[in-house]
């Protein structure tokens, strides 16, 4: 480990980097954004994370434990995790709160300010997962709510029907949403989006990809409609985006508004029609128009799978004796539990983790739109997202399970050429369908971060 001078030696030279990127004109991390009409101090951000604060009383306070530490380490932008725009159903994991109750919204104020204050700024996302919902796969949650009702865009594909007939999901009442249905989810879309507005948010984010109802509307695998919803190409399947969109800005005209895009690549191979990367640069394009302010281009599957947070089998997570019984509460019995651990271990080897594995969908999308393009996913190190930003891949570079790991990161990123110390081992990941909070769980780097933390590392 660098102690203090090797510190400071790589903080003046990342300074002189820096100085080289501004003479031409290539923007640095440190060098301020504007996202419509919000400038933010500098180009890293908290890419939406779950803080499962879900809507207890203190949810106020658990936001403010968990994005304080990135707008007070010197983030320029923090995005809350995905939060449900209806009083039911939707939910695609433990802990996302609902944000279709004003006073609820209005009561995490507090955490907003304490974010600002430390000149951050805080956009809220906003999601439902429609078909890849919490009751589909979550045992425990079906049983604990009966009678809730699975929204789909249309009826299942052939695929997804089977793993119903093998009981892997399940669904007690299945609806296809409506047109009408479809137009007042958009409206709820909106009224969260003016709660957020009134609770004092800087911008909104669109949970626009992750098992998403936006994805699974997009996705031709999913979305077979024939109605206005509907249709062959991608433009034809963008008007509940677009009326989304228009939602939000009527109830929350200063907010800007960024989405996540998704591409289909890791979809397997029973999965014929999913979405390009050529379909995703078309969808960033069609979200431009819509007047979404900024976009983040991810490579993602069409079932909940690994592709979200690509890293090794989380073996420990699995094995851990304490996670046992809330598993197989979870996925309804210790064989099933044992069923999703192999499938685990089948999407860990068939997606691996890749370093920056959004960089090249990035920067197609970017040499499409004139909004900034967001790259998370496998970021890692401060050379890097420097050259991320040099190679014109991206406007702002972000990382979510890092700040698991080093809740403080963005000190040790923003001053020198440091690297994160996350292993993306995801044994963070697999203990939160318990409902457990997202810290990093792997001694080896929890005892780097404590080596990291006795020299000042994320000091001031
Ligand atoms: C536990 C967990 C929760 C996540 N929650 C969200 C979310 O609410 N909304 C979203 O768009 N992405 C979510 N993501 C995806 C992250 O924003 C990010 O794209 C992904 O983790 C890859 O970045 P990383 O390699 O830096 O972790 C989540 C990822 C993880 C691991
Ligand atoms: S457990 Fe720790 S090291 Fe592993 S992915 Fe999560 S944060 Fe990273």
Not at 104 to 122: D, Y
Not at 362 to 372: D, I, T
Request: with cysteine.
């Amino acid at each position: 480990m660098a102690g203090p001078a090797g510190r400071n030696g790589r903080a003046q030279q990342a300074k002189a980097h820096e100085a080289i990127l501004r003479s031409r004109n290539v923007p640095s991390l440190t060098e301020p954004a504007r996202i419509g009409s919000v400038e933010v101090r500098n180009r890293l951000y908290r890419a939406p994370l779950l803080e499962v604060a879900a809507n207890k009383p203190d949810a106020a306070r658990i936001l403010e434990r968990e994005l304080v530490p990135s707008a007070a380490s010197g983030m320029g932008l923090v995005f809350q995790g995905a939060s449900l725009v209806t009083p039911e159903g939707g939910r695609t994991a433990p802990g996302l709160s609902r944000v279709h109750d004003r006073g609820f919204v209005l009561s995490l104020k507090p955490a907003v300010e304490a974010v600002q204050r430390h000149g951050a700024k805080l956009f809220l996302q906003l999601g439902h997962g429609a078909l890849q919902c919490m009751e589909t796969w979550h045992a425990q949650y079906r049983a604990e709510h009966p009678g809730l009702v699975t929204w789909a865009v249309s009826e299942p594909p052939a695929w997804f029907r089977a793993l119903l007939r093998a009981r892997f999901l399940r669904i007690e009442h299945l609806r296809v949403f409506g047109e009408e249905d479809l137009v007042q989810l958009a409206r709820a879309f909106g009224r969260a989006a003016g709660h957020a507005a009134e609770a004092g948010y800087d911008g909104l984010h669109l949970a626009g990809a992750n098992a998403s109802i936006f994805q699974q509307l997009w996705s031709p695998v999913f979305n077979r409609r024939t109605d206005g919803f509907g249709g062959r190409s991608v433009e034809e399947r963008g008007r509940f985006l677009r009326l989304v969109v228009q939602e939000m800005r009527r109830a929350a005209p200063r907010l800007p508004v960024c989405a996540k895009v998704p591409a289909e690549t890791e979809a397997p191979w029973f999965v014929r029609n999913a979405l390009s990367v050529q379909d995703g640069v078309r969808i960033a394009r069609i979200m431009e128009d819509a007047g979404v302010d900024a976009v983040a281009p991810v490579r993602i599957g069409v079932l909940r799978d690994q592709s979200v947070a690509r890293g090794s089998f989380p073996k420990r997570a699995w094995d851990d004796l304490r996670f046992q019984s809330g598993y197989a509460r979870a996925f309804g019995s210790q064989r099933k539990a044992r069923l999703v651990r192999l499938a685990n271990a089948y999407a860990a080897r068939r997606i691996p983790f890749q370093p920056a594995w959004n960089a090249s969908f990035c920067k197609a999308v970017k040499r499409e739109v004139g909004v900034p393009v967001l790259c998370e996913g496998g970021v890692r190190s401060r050379a890097q997202m420097d050259a991320l930003l040099r190679d014109g891949a991206c406007d702002l570079a972000g990382m979510a399970r890092p700040l698991y790991a080093e809740p403080w990161l963005a000190r040790r990123i923003l001053r020198s050429d440091a690297e994160a110390l996350c292993q993306a081992c995801n044994n963070c990941t697999i203990p939160q369908v318990n409902g457990l909070p997202g810290v990093c769980r792997t001694p080896d780097v929890l005892a780097a971060r404590g080596a990291l933390e006795q020299q000042g590392a994320y000091e001031p």
